[in-house]
């Protein structure tokens, strides 16, 4: 029964994390179609922001909370004026951009601070349940990736901006025709992907080991939702996140977490055969 | 057809040159240049098989590591089961191909558009990195070979020909990688100009009309792909031959990018340009690795971005192109042909 608790536990925690680091990556490709190779490094800067503020002592929750995602937002907005901008309706060049960038910023910030690995400590304490222990930051993720996905579906449902955005995703002529303005739709969907991915930077640096090439452990898990999930932001995102979150925390807890990822990439390639426009590509069709 | 011919005909000359030059080099180089311009070599097959899948192919793989690494491995894994070499190089092409086969079908049957196919190819080369990493210890051996984990596998046995048991020296590595680069680029020639060469570059140019006529995308995408993962595979074997040693590392995405590297400033669509593309971003990287002010991720990182903001067709299509357009100049005046269409689509176009 414990036992059953804490494999419950870790799953949930398995697809907290999806959602978490592949948020910002869904909302860029869902609005633009265009997938940011740079991911990876957004999620470092964000979690080098965090340590940083936090080893010159800011409060570890303003730190993660509000420094991550503003620096990265604005990171983001920055890329997107100097270089994604350039390249519209062109996928695979901003693909090739965008992977440039990764390796410069990996290289900048290695030139700056050195190839070692930082930390914070993990905040919040931990909690019994029967013969095992767990921490509470675990919930605290889980909650925070909640709150995320409750946070799109209210700003993309109820707000203006949520409307011309969705409106701009299915018809940019139209939504241009009618008086929207498709560049700055684009350079806010950047910036606010770009600062949900700082968010999962800044909440992931207690639990992982924040060094330059970092990015690189994340994006793989990343890539296979969004693409998994297809072109809707919400319902891609959570579907993909449940079925692999769950695949990957059971495959590790039979075998080993290695190759509970390898299980994962085979059921993600075998789901794209199936299903090559992702989840969403079939189910819940234009959904959120 | 003419010019085809024709081309080839200048392929055969220059590669009978190239094969004098790299017969003779030995004696007019030491062994510490020789021994740097074998692992280009090796490279400069790697990015053939890039330049072949992409250029000719329409196929953006971010993964060519993995065909490069999984060869790699096969090599070493094979040295150390055989007496003779000839089973573990055979291995390092055969395994990657099977791989690619399997990768391949599930990406184009499936009729993934591009973007896709670069994300699911890089996803695997990470995934791969991590189960390599992962096979420390006694419990992962292949028949004698220890796979060694983050720590990879040292002192492969080198070359080793059946019958005679004669090992190979240095000298012996530097002619094997020169004659298989050699070998790889006129095969590549010939396959293009081949029926099915012609039919792999009408599917990148036209997808939609080369099915209507009757050509399945599928089946030669996939097979263009496993050609490319052989490819990628043999350029494994030489350079695990070369360092006498392969690591996880191999699989990372600093190699992923480098050989995206290579063949995007070489050129898309030409089979010298990623050959030059390897060798002069191989002697960057080297004469970075020498100081200490600059890191190598941020220099490549930074004429990655170069190119495709300024010079996406690459160096080789551009300087062609310049000189035609010199050329035309010249002529100007005289009577003359209309002028000729591009020798090359630009990538963009044939890629989007």
Known sequence: MDLAAIVGLNVLSGIASLVLISLGLAIIFGMMKIINLAHGEFLM????????????????????????????????????????????????????????????????????????????????????????????????????????????????RFTRFGLIARATMQKPDMASALGVDPDRVYMATFGIGAAVTGLAGGLLAPVSGVAPTMGSAFVAKAFITVVGGGASILAGTASASLLFGSINQMGSYLTTPVFGEVILLVAATLLIRVLPEGITGRFFRGSL | MIRTVLSLRVTLLCALGAAVLAGLAPQFVDTFTLLQATVFVAMAVLALSLGFIWGFGGILSFGQAAFFGLGGYAYAVGAFNFTDSTVPVILSM???MLFAALLGYFMFYGRISNVYVGVITLTVTLILFNVVNSTAGDAYRIGSAALGGFNGIPSVPGITLPFTGYAFAPEDDWYLAAGCLIVVFVGLKLLLASHFGRVVVAIRENEVRASLLGYDPRLYKLLAFVVGGGIAGLAGCLYTLWGAFISPTIFGLATSAQIIIWVMIGGLGTLIGPVLGAVAIQVLVTEIGGQQLLDANFVLGAILLVFVLVLPAGVVPTVERGVAALWRRGRRGRPGPAEAPAAHPLPGKALS
């Open chain 1, 45 to 156: 800067l964000g979690a080098y922001a965090t340590v940083l503020s936090t080893n010159h002592g800011v409060n570890i929750w303003f730190a993660m909370l509000v420094i991550s995602p503003v620096f990265v937002g604005l990171v983001g907005i920055l890329v997107e004026r100097t270089l994604i901008r350039v390249l519209y309706g062109r996928l695979v060049d901003t693909m090739l951009a965008t992977w440039g960038l990764s390796l410069f910023i990996v290289g900048l910030v290695t030139m700056i601070f050195g190839n070692t690995i930082n930390g914070v400590p993990t905040p919040l304490g931990g909690f019994q349940v029967g013969a095992y222990r767990s921490d509470l930051y675990t919930p605290f993720l889980a909650l925070v990736a909640l709150l995320l996905l409750c946070g799109v579906v209210v700003v993309l």
């Open chain 2, 94 to 96: 055969l395994v990657p």
